[in-house]
């Protein structure tokens, strides 16, 4: 069986937890398994690096970042191939670029298109446990790329879908993919398997388990994935194509997530006429910046307000975009808020249930929540909230449509 298990920050956070993660992989090995590990940096070093490049320049160079913060994880994959040597196990660590992941050239958040994955076969075939950096990857000129963050679990699910590797296992500090955030909702369950669309969904909504390209990758090319505690032998939960078996269709809700990362742009007052929002959107995406909510005003007076939401991280540079591009298209000023939060449902099931709207809504409105943007897709409904309601949305939420656990009260 060829296993491709990814590490995250908390389980390389010191030698003391590298150790630990190389007995278990030592474990597959003595049971015949060949296995390749993809290692993220020890927690805090990312933040760390980029520390120091912005104590430099407010907005340093993207290409240099790249290089700069692509060394936690090359100091974790040689750590962890010396403690495995050390046990006796034979390992190697090979680098992105040694590996010749392929990305494109959009330093930060760049995209992989290629893995030459014979160096890591050929060593596997030597009977060594490869260990390879996750979150960056090479471009056809040469440079260092990285995936951006939680760009590790990409890369294992890459590297799994190259190899055709049985099993893509990714160890986190959580037991698994639980109905909601447990540090929130105490009697929050771990779900036992989940399908692609609902994790897909969870991913995109703050669900911070699984980075949403490693699910689309697991999705495009069938890799099943296993998320599972690195602190412990909890079974986690698998990721997969059917997902869990429904009974007779009663169940409608996955989870809750909530999403707090995101911050709140509008562009006032801008000509109401074809080819605006265009203009917007695509300054934004030149950027290489994500947008989820999209709200349209209704026109007054040939003049409309756009608003939309983006990651925290991008907030600044796209309301310095949109600046620029309000003043272009005659817009009369951009407002920011970043004290926003989404909470959003998520289940199959709600394909074929009325009345899961109304539901939530219903709830948020006794809780004297005002919802500020509301977004849907078949198998999830999000609401943009102020922030200070994001836990109590969350916890009442989760109440509601069912997902509490049955034995907090029996364990207390």
Do not use: W
Request: proline content about 2%.
């Amino acid at each position: 069986m060829l296993v491709v298990q990814k590490y995250g920050g908390t389980s390389v956070a010191d030698l003391e937890k590298i150790t630990n993660i190389a007995r278990r992989i030592v474990s597959y090995r003595e049971r015949g398994d060949r296995v390749v590990v993809v290692v993220s940096a020890m927690s805090g070093e990312t933040d760390r690096l980029l520390n120091l490049a912005q104590s430099v320049d407010k907005f340093p160079d993207e290409r240099e970042v790249d290089v700069l913060i692509s060394t936690g994880e090359q100091v974790t994959s040689a750590l962890l191939a010396i403690v495995l040597k050390s046990m006796l196990c034979d390992a190697v660590s090979i680098q992105g670029h040694q590996v010749r992941i392929i990305t494109d050239s959009a330093y930060t958040k760049a995209r992989i298109t290629t893995v030459e994955e014979e160096k890591i076969t050929a060593e596997l075939d030597r009977g060594k446990v490869v260990v390879v950096p996750g979150f960056q990857g090479v471009d056809e000129k040469g440079n260092i790329t990285t995936l951006g963050r939680g760009g590790s679990d990409t890369t294992a699910v890459a590297l799994a879908a190259a190899l055709k590797a049985d099993l893509c296992e990714i160890y986190t500090d959580v037991a698994g993919v639980f109905t909601a955030d447990p540090n929130i909702c105490e009697k929050a369950r771990c779900l036992d398997t989940i399908s692609y669309d609902e994790m897909l969904e969870m991913a995109s909504l703050g669900a911070k388990v699984l980075q949403i390209r490693s699910v689309e990758l697991a999705k495009k090319y069938n890799v099943p994935i296993l998320v599972r505690t690195s602190f412990g032998e909890a079974p986690g939960t698998l990721v997969c194509k059917e997902g869990r078996n429904m009974s007779m269709e009663t169940v409608v809700i996955s989870g809750v997530t909530y999403n707090k990362n995101e911050a709140k742009i509008t562009v006032r007052r801008i000509p109401d006429k074809p080819g605006m929002a265009a203009k917007i959107f695509t300054a934004l995406s030149d950027a290489h910046i994500v947008v989820d909510v999209i709200v349209q005003n209704i026109s007054k007076k040939d003049r409309t307000d756009i608003t939309f939401t983006v990651g925290k991280m991008d907030a600044k540079k796209a309301c310095k975009i949109m600046e620029e591009t309000a003043e272009k298209v005659g817009a009369e000023g951009v407002i920011i808020d970043e004290d926003i939060a989404k909470v959003s449902i998520v289940g199959s099931g709600m394909m074929s249930h009325a009345g899961i709207a109304s539901k939530m809504f219903s709830v948020l409105a006794k809780e004297g929540i005002n919802i500020e943007a509301i977004t849907t897709s078949e198998i999830k409904l999000s609401c943009v909230i102020a922030s200070k309601y994001g836990q109590l949305a969350v916890q009442t939420l989760h109440t509601a449509f069912g997902l509490d656990r049955e034995d907090v009260e029996e364990e207390q």
